[in-house]
C-alpha cells in the first residue's frame, strides 16, 4: 500500500509524516529531497536541465547551482513549468522503483503530490489541514521568513479545498494532540502501538 500526505506550507505535513512513521514503521520517500538528490545525481536530469536553463545551471565542480536555477525560474511564469516537466516524471519513476524495493507499505511525503501529477501512484491520500493564520506564523518561524514572503508562496500553491476534496482523510494541524486523529485513519497499519 502506499500513502500520500500532503499539505500547504505552514500546515505540518513533515511533522505528521514523522508521527505515521514513527508510529506505523513505513519507510518514507520525501519527494522534495529526493527530487533535490535526483537533480544533483542523474545525468539525463542534468542534460535536460543544461539544454533548458543554460549549461551554467551547474557549476564547475557539478553541482546544481541554486542562484542560477532560481533566477530562471522567477523569470517567466512558464520556467517553472517547463522545469517541473522534465524533473516530476523523474521523481515519479524514481518513488515508483523505490516503492517496489521496500517490503513493507510506503509513506510519501509531497508538498505538489497532486499538482505534480502523483495522485495516481499513492493508494490513499491524507491532506494535512491548519488554519491560515497558523499557517503563516509557522511558516514565518521556521524560515526566518516575511509574512509577505509566506503568503506569496502560499498564494502560488494549490487552494486547499482541491486538495481536501481529493483526500481520503484529513488531519487537522491545529495546536492540539494529533494522536488521536492519526490513530483514526483506518487504512494505516500501526504496528507500533503499545
Known amino acids: 500500500m502506499r500513502i500520500g500526505v500532503t499539505g500547504g506550507i505552514g500546515c505540518g505535513k513533515s511533522y505528521v509524516c514523522h508521527l505515521l512513521q514513527t508510529l506505523s514503521g513505513m519507510p ?26 543554460g549549461e551554467e545551471v551547474y557549476d564547475a565542480g557539478g553541482h546544481l547551482d541554486k542562484a542560477v536555477m532560481s533566477r530562471y525560474l522567477f523569470a517567466d511564469a512558464e520556467h517553472a513549468a517547463k522545469v517541473n516537466a522534465i524533473v516530476h516524471p523523474a521523481v515519479k519513476a524514481d518513488f515508483l ?3 517496489e524495493r521496500q517490503a513493507a507499505d510506503v509513506l510519501m511525503e509531497s508538498a505538489i503530490l497532486v499538482e505534480a501529477g502523483f495522485r495516481d501512484v499513492v493508494d490513499y491520500l491524507v491532506v494535512v489541514d491548519a488554519p ?26 494549490a487552494d486547499p479545498a482541491i486538495l481536501l476534496q481529493q483526500a481520503d482523510f484529513i488531519v487537522v494541524n491545529d495546536g492540539r494532540d494529533l494522536a488521536p486523529q492519526l490513530v483514526d485513519i483506518p487504512f494505516m497499519n500501526f504496528n507500533n502501538l503499545q
Open 97 to 99: 522503483a523505490w516503492a
Open 28 to 53: 518514507l520517500y520525501d519527494c522534495d529531497s529526493e527530487a533535490k538528490r535526483l537533480m544533483q545525481a542523474s545525468a539525463s536530469l542534468r542534460r535536460q536541465l543544461q539544454a533548458l536553463v
Open 132 to 157: 491560515l493564520e497558523l499557517r503563516i506564523e509557522r511558516a514565518m518561524q521556521r524560515d526566518g521568513a516575511s509574512r509577505q514572503q509566506v503568503e506569496a508562496r502560499i498564494r502560488q500553491q
